[in-house]
C-alpha cells in the first residue's frame, strides 16, 4: 500500500504535471499496449517488437533466467514533441529550461521505490539489498561524465549500497549480458534495485539485469521513470489510436507501479 509520504507526491506530481503526465499502462480494450513494459503493439502480438526480441535473444542463448523478475515504470514519454519527452530530455541540461524538469524526475522515482516501498518489499519478499543504475554506453555522449540522474537517484536511495556498473563495446539496444561489467559490488543476496530514467527497446536494461544476476543477484528488480513511445507507430497501428490513448490515458494517482493497480488515495 502507497505510505503517506508517497500520497504526498503523488499530489505533488498531480499539481505539478497532471495536465500532461500519463501513468504507463500494461492493458487497453484495443490490445496496442505490452503486458510487459507498457509500450505500443499490434492486437495481434503477445508483446511489443522490443521485449520479443529480448526474450527471444535469451533464450537463444540459454539466459532466459537472467532477465529481471519484475518491471515497473512511472510515465508516457512519447513522441514527437511531448511535454513529457521534453521533460526526459530537458532535465539532463547543464541548467534545464525548468527547474521542475529534474523535480519531477526525482520525484516520480522517489514515488516508485519509496512511496510505494512497501508494495515493492512484499512482491519481492524483503527489502532490497543494493541498487544499480544503468550506465551510459560508449556511443553515448554522456559516457564517462556525471549523470544528472545518478545524483538524482543516489538522493532518492540514501544509504543503500550502490553496484557500480560499466559499459563496454557491444552493438547498441541489443541483449547482450556482456555488455556490462560490475566495478563494485556490495553482496547481492537478495532484491538488487536497477534504475534507469527512461526504457526505448529494454535490450540495455536487460543486460544490465543478467549481468547483475550472473553476478550472485537472487532478483532483480527494474524501475525506469519514463517509458519512451512513438505516437507515429501507434497511428499506423489504427488512425484512432493516437486520439484513444490520449483520451484515455491520463496521470493515475494512487496507482502502484509493482502490483498494476490503483490503491486508495485518501487519508
Not at 227 to 252: C, G, T
Amino acid at each position: 500500500m502507497i505510505s503517506r509520504y508517497g500520497l504526498a507526491l503523488d499530489r505533488a506530481i498531480d499539481s505539478m504535471a497532471g495536465s500532461y503526465l500519463k501513468t504507463v499502462r500494461y492493458k487497453s480494450v484495443h490490445g496496442y499496449l505490452c503486458p510487459e513494459c507498457g509500450g505500443f503493439k499490434g492486437a495481434g502480438y503477445w508483446m511489443c517488437r522490443g521485449c520479443s526480441l529480448i526474450h527471444g535473444s535469451a533464450s537463444a542463448i540459454g539466459a532466459g533466467h537472467l532477465l529481471a523478475d519484475r518491471l515497473a515504470f512511472g510515465v508516457y514519454a512519447p513522441e514527437p514533441r511531448s511535454q513529457s519527452l521534453k521533460m526526459m530530455y530537458g532535465y539532463k541540461d547543464e541548467h534545464p529550461a525548468s527547474p521542475d524538469y529534474r523535480t519531477l524526475v526525482r520525484a516520480i522515482l522517489a514515488l516508485g521505490i519509496v512511496g510505494h516501498g512497501d508494495c515493492l518489499n512484499a512482491v519481492a519478499g524483503g527489502s532490497p539489498v543494493a541498487w544499480a543504475m544503468v550506465p551510459s554506453t560508449r556511443q553515448s555522449p554522456r559516457y564517462g561524465k556525471p549523470h544528472p540522474f545518478h545524483e538524482i537517484a543516489t538522493s532518492v536511495m540514501g544509504g543503500l549500497p550502490e553496484v557500480e556498473i560499466t559499459a563496454s563495446e557491444g552493438e547498441k539496444r541489443r541483449f547482450d549480458p556482456e555488455r556490462f561489467h560490475i566495478e563494485s559490488a556490495p553482496d547481492l543476496n537478495g532484491n538488487v534495485l536497477l534504475l534507469d530514467d527512461s526504457w526505448v527497446t529494454g535490450a540495455n536494461v536487460q543486460s544490465v539485469a543478467a549481468c547483475l544476476k550472473t553476478a550472485g543477484a537472487e532478483q532483480v528488480s527494474i524501475y525506469c521513470v519514463a517509458r519512451i513511445v512513438n505516437y507515429n507507430y501507434l497511428e499506423s497501428l489504427s488512425p484512432d489510436a493516437v486520439a484513444l490513448f490520449q483520451k484515455n490515458v491520463h496521470y493515475a494517482g494512487g496507482f502502484c507501479p509493482w502490483n498494476r493497480t490503483s490503491e486508495a488515495t485518501d487519508g
